[in-house]
């Protein structure tokens, strides 16, 4: 393996352990030696987008078509980051029409049908997005992650049978796949089959539990002290809810809360139950909150983000418990 090679390889896979300072420097190495590499463009465009820089990811996978206007895969990346967060879905779709001229199997055809459904979906244009799904191939595709989000996409038409088989597929070659299990779920949900949801929630949460949480995860205690914050900030008529409330952190709902048809991936639970002793103003208080760290952390990118996200969660549980304190929300402040 040459010296290019080796850091363009290194890149990716710093990459894929949440090392994007490392990646960056693997990717200016392999740039520095070939400044010319279609490749090292479009690695560091995947670690730009990757750090909250957008227009210059774009910039640099479109120097990556530059230098080879055959490359499918920057052609994707440049989509995905015009799609979102840059909301320029026209340019996506363009983009993706033009990777569909190079795409030279079924899963770079139905990553690329992927995005255009996506950008569609985002215009909220739903009839061109159902003629995309209903262009995809086949499969079986190469990879299982492409029956899991072809049967997702299939799933949010609708088309919960289609959405059924594909996710079975994908879960078969993949047993401990925890994304095509909770979908799988919401489908049975869909379909009212109580017991079959139940049962692909607990497999999800399984798989959920076996996976290590993300490399930036604060430790429980951390986290505790910014939930604490969280409620501190609150609203006093939310906060008062709140007063005499225990906190309990832990990773993910317990199997006997999801057993009981709770969403293994919710974020927060209130327990606002009481035996009928207490009185009205007692009983419009929350006796204990169960905030659940690793489904946090899923809903963002990156650590800098959790504070806010905890927040958003505690604003919007209360509002849904108590709809009468939904007015002192600060969404609401925002909406008005």
Known sequence: MDQFTAHIDRGWDLVHRGDLRG?????????????????????????????G?????????????????TFVEAMLNAAEVLIHPLHDFEAAIGMVDEALDFAENADETADALLLKYD????QGDKESAA??????????????RLDFLVGRAHFESGDHPAAQKLLERAIEREPSYGDAHYTLGLVFEALGNARAMVAAFLRAREADLSLPPV??????????????????????????????????????????????????RVCLLLDTSDNGSRSPRERSRVQRIFFYQRNTERAVE?????????????EEELCATFPELARYATQHDDDE
């Open 53 to 69: 820089h957008a227009e210059d990811a774009v910039e640099l996978y479109r120097q990556a078509i530059a230098l080879d206007d």
């Open 131 to 144: 003629r995309v799904l209903a262009s995809f191939p086949e499969g079986p595709f190469e990879s299982p």
């Open 119 to 122: 950008a569609y979906m985002h």
């Open 23 to 51: 990646a960056q420097l693997s990717a200016e190495k392999g740039l520095e030696l070939d400044g010319q590499s279609p490749e090292a463009h479009n690695l560091l465009g995947y670690v730009k987008a990757a750090q």
């Open 302 to 314: 990156e650590p800098s983000e959790l504070a806010e996200e905890i927040y958003l969660v505690l």
């Open 215 to 264: 490399f930036w995860s604060p430790s429980r205690q951390a986290f505790e002290e910014q939930v604490r914050a969280a409620m501190a900030r609150l609203p006093a008529p939310l906060s008062a809810t709140l007063e005499e409330a225990d906190l309990i952190v832990a990773e993910l709902p317990g199997a006997e809360v999801v057993a009981d048809a709770v969403d293994p």
